[in-house]
T-cell receptor
Framework: ETGVTQTPRHLVMGMTNKKSLKCEQH?????MYWYKQSAKKPLELMFVYNFKEQTENNSVPSRFSPECPNSSHLFLHLHTLQPEDSALYLC?????????????FGEGSRLTVL | GQQLNQSPQSMFIQEGEDVSMNCTSSSIFNTWLWYKQDPGEGPVLLIA?????ELTSNGRLTAQFGITRKDSFLNISASIPSDVGIYFC???????????FGTGTKLQVIP
């Protein structure tokens, strides 16, 4: 199995829909992250979880709601999104307390908001 | 906030040529990293640098952590078609999990 798996790979939703992105890691890591990648912009950190606890929320709007039920799974619940939220959403994992910045990314979920 | 500026933004090179790209910041970082993102994939770590002045190689890749801790460069020697992708620099300061990414350098290799 690949290290970090994200589903779905592609998602199209209307502004009034509710959907969720899922991430699963098989690397035995205990830190998980959500990043947003928009065209021509740097990757933006959204949330960090360590041992299931949220340790970082980078001023993300409340229409994005993360959930981390255990160290292997991470969700991003989406509701009433805006067209400017269309982007590639990347999940990553790492060893909590491991080498700084060494992240293992999934392939991303490409989100389009109509 | 902290910003990392990469140059060039994009480049076309002939297969076999060497490539050099840079990353600069107005802020100090304690760790510098280089990632590569292939089309349709997530970024993959190539090289990590932990000490100012450090020069590290990984196969055809060589990267340096600038002595001022505000810059880094990545060199790729004898480029091949699979080097195509977007290369991101990244820096870590303060909280070890707060990674700041650069804007990326898009590399295209002409066979």
């Amino acid at each position: 199995e690949t290290g970090v798996t994200q589903t779905p790979r592609h998602l199209v939703m209307g502004m009034t829909n509710k959907k969720s992105l899922k991430c699963e890691q098989h690397l035995g890591h205990n830190a998980m992250y959500w990043y947003k990648q928009s065209a021509k912009k740097p990757l933006e950190l959204m949330f960090v979880y360590n041992f299931k606890e949220q340790t970082e929320n980078n001023s993300v709007p409340s229409r994005f709601s993360p959930e981390c039920p255990n160290s292997s799974h991470l969700f991003l619940h989406l509701h009433t999104l805006q067209p400017e939220d269309s982007a590639l959403y990347l999940c990553a994992s790492s060893h909590s307390g491991g080498a700084p910045g060494e992240l293992f990314f999934g392939e991303g979920s490409r989100l389009t908001v109509l | 906030g902290q910003q990392l500026n990469q140059s060039p933004q994009s480049m076309f090179i002939q297969e076999g040529e060497d490539v050099s790209m840079n990353c600069t910041s107005s802020s100090i970082f304690n760790t510098w990293l280089w990632y590569k993102q292939d089309p349709g994939e997530g970024p993959v770590l190539l090289i990590a640098l932990y000490k100012a002045g450090e020069l590290t190689s990984n196969g055809r890749l060589t990267a340096q952590f600038g002595i001022t801790r505000k810059d880094s460069f990545l060199n790729i020697s004898a480029s091949i078609p699979s080097d195509v992708g977007i290369y991101f620099c990244a820096g870590v300061s303060g909280g070890y999990q707060k990674v700041t990414f650069g804007t990326g350098t898009k590399l295209q290799v002409i066979p």
